[in-house]
């Protein structure tokens, strides 16, 4: 593909083709950890809500470093303080002395480091690639994302199962070296600082402010925080369906969040192929729709084979989403905004996971699993009806935005 001709994408992508099998491998093994050391579900979601908490809160902050400093630096700073906290869980876990509040206290530590690297990286594949290839790089950076999410937790699997959570942190913690040694190899521009200006909180209302006057990144963002909060709580009600509803097992379980990350791979894949980002409004609109057809389609099945034919459509109309809103909100922002636009992203995306899970629990304890997924269909293709509305009046503006960044 076109997108490795950049040296600097090349290295970025080896490292976090190691690294990311490595992070899903510690998040399956941390909520094995706690629910093994608490056996109560309430304290594994509670431990959820704990680690994305930060993102929701502290992501500004960090698209407003992110657009005043070296980019590199602090993906490297944010990189080394991952290892550590990683290495820290193995060390405790192997010593046999962990307990729930370490854990707690690790994966809260790890959201405050996510809520600075997540802006922090996303911003930067522009400088690693440009205008022009940024739809393909998201495109693969997703697919490799879905992909890790199938290979990590069965790794996770088996490595916990033979020696214990411990080595599933130890090998995530060596995971981040290449991906420390690549930060370090790139050749990039020198950074040249900004000249002083507003102090840090001054630039989040400046960040906010321009989101909010700008029609088209609050539309979009819009979109993402709406999708977030209702359609998050499909893979959280999983187990629940495939036990109350499916009448299955741990196996139907692991077979539906298969499906899901099947899909979502394939998304990201079609992504990944296409060579322009013009027409990316589209997608968004059909992943929108797509959404709460197949949510709407899962929530009826009463089969496991049904339920997994469903969920792939599922898990693929999410990426294409979730990816055409990341790519359009990239190329609509200016390079001094981009840093804080893609914390706003963050905040929509993954900030809103720990309130979508709330919520959709408790609708789904006065409700039940398949009545709430019904309703998250729904309602997900009400707010794909809103944003068609929008982009029938608004789409020709956004057309030409996406065709000269093609």
Same mark, same amino acid.
């Given at each position: 593909?076109?997108?490795?001709? +950049?040296?600097?994408?090349?290295?970025?992508?080896?490292?976090?083709?190691?690294?990311?099998?490595?992070?899903?491998?510690?998040?399956?093994?941390?909520?094995?950890?706690?629910?093994?050391?608490?056996?109560?579900?309430?304290?594994?979601?509670?431990?959820?809500?704990?680690?994305?908490?930060?993102?929701?809160?502290?992501?500004?902050?960090?698209?407003?470093?992110?657009?005043?400093?070296?980019?590199?630096?602090?993906?490297?700073?944010?990189?080394?303080?991952?290892?550590?906290?990683?290495?820290?869980?193995?060390?405790?876990?192997?010593?046999?002395?962990?307990?729930?509040?370490?854990?707690?206290?690790?994966?809260?530590?790890?959201?405050?480091?996510?809520?600075?690297?997540?802006?922090?990286?996303?911003?930067?594949?522009?400088?690693?690639?440009?205008?022009?290839?940024?739809?393909?790089?998201?495109?693969?950076?997703?697919?490799?994302?879905?992909?890790?999410?199938?290979?990590?937790?069965?790794?996770?699997?088996?490595?916990?199962?033979?020696?214990?959570?411990?080595?599933?942190?130890?090998?995530?913690?060596?995971?981040?070296? %290449?991906?420390?040694?690549?930060?370090?190899?790139?050749?990039?521009?020198?950074?040249?600082?900004? %000249?002083?200006?507003?102090?840090?909180?001054?630039?989040?209302?400046?960040?906010?402010?321009?989101?909010?006057? +700008?029609?088209?990144?609050?539309?979009?963002?819009?979109?993402?925080?709406?999708?977030?909060?209702?359609?998050?709580?499909?893979?959280?009600?999983?187990?629940?369906?495939?036990?109350?509803?499916?009448?299955?097992?741990?196996?139907?379980?692991?077979?539906?969040?298969?499906?899901?990350?099947?899909?979502?791979?394939?998304?990201?894949?079609?992504?990944?192929?296409?060579?322009?980002?013009?027409?990316?409004?589209?997608?968004?609109?059909?992943?929108?729709?797509?959404?709460?057809?197949?949510?709407?389609?899962?929530?009826?099945?009463?089969?496991?084979?049904?339920?997994?034919?469903?969920?792939? %459509?599922?898990?693929?109309?999410?990426?294409?989403?979730?990816?055409?809103?990341?790519?359009?909100?990239?190329?609509?922002? %200016?390079?001094?905004?981009?840093?804080?636009?893609?914390?706003?992203?963050?905040?929509?995306?993954?900030?809103?996971?720990?309130?979508?899970?709330?919520?959709?629990?408790?609708?789904?304890?006065?409700?039940?699993?398949?009545?709430?997924?019904?309703?998250?269909?729904?309602?997900?293709?009400?707010?794909?009806?809103?944003?068609?509305?929008?982009?029938?009046? +608004?789409?020709?503006?956004?057309?030409?935005?996406?065709?000269?960044?093609?």
């Amino acid at each position: 593909m076109r997108v490795f001709r +950049h040296r600097n994408y090349r290295l970025f992508f080896a490292g976090q083709a190691i690294s990311l099998p490595g992070t899903w491998m510690q998040s399956m093994a941390q909520s094995w950890l706690v629910y093994r050391l608490s056996e109560s579900s309430f304290v594994l979601g509670a431990l959820g809500f704990a680690a994305q908490l930060p993102l929701f809160v502290l992501s500004v902050f960090g698209g407003a470093l992110a657009d005043t400093r070296d980019r590199r630096a602090i993906l490297v700073a944010t990189q080394v303080a991952s290892m550590l906290l990683a290495l820290t869980a193995a060390a405790l876990t192997m010593t046999d002395v962990v307990q729930v509040w370490h854990v707690f206290v690790l994966a809260t530590a790890l959201g405050i480091v996510n809520a600075f690297d997540v802006p922090t990286r996303q911003s930067f594949i522009m400088d690693m690639v440009g205008r022009y290839d940024l739809p393909t790089a998201i495109g693969l950076n997703s697919s490799m994302f879905n992909a890790a999410r199938v290979v990590g937790p069965t790794l996770a699997g088996l490595v916990v199962a033979a020696a214990g959570e411990g080595w599933c942190f130890l090998l995530n913690g060596i995971s981040f070296v %290449p991906v420390i040694a690549g930060l370090l190899m790139m050749r990039l521009p020198g950074h040249v600082p900004p %000249p002083p200006g507003p102090s840090t909180l001054q630039r989040i209302r400046e960040g906010l402010g321009f989101a909010a006057r +700008h029609e088209g990144i609050r539309t979009t963002l819009l979109l993402v925080g709406a999708t977030s909060l209702i359609a998050v709580n499909y893979s959280v009600l999983m187990p629940v369906v495939a036990d109350k509803v499916l009448g299955g097992n741990a196996r139907t379980l692991g077979l539906l969040l298969g499906a899901a990350g099947a899909g979502a791979l394939l998304g990201a894949l079609c992504l990944a192929l296409r060579r322009s980002s013009d027409g990316l409004s589209r997608w968004a609109l059909y992943g929108a729709v797509g959404l709460g057809a197949s949510l709407t389609a899962f929530a009826l099945c009463r089969s496991v084979w049904t339920a997994l034919v469903a969920l792939v %459509p599922v898990g693929m109309c999410m990426v294409v989403l979730m990816a055409s809103a990341n790519t359009l909100l990239q190329i609509m922002s %200016p390079d001094a905004y981009r840093g804080r636009v893609m914390a706003l992203y963050s905040m929509m995306f993954l900030g809103m996971g720990p309130f979508g899970s709330l919520l959709g629990g408790s609708v789904a304890h006065a409700l039940g699993p398949s009545p709430t997924l019904l309703l998250s269909g729904i309602v997900c293709l009400g707010n794909a009806l809103w944003f068609g509305v929008w982009l029938r009046r +608004h789409g020709p503006s956004l057309a030409g935005v996406e065709r000269e960044a093609s």
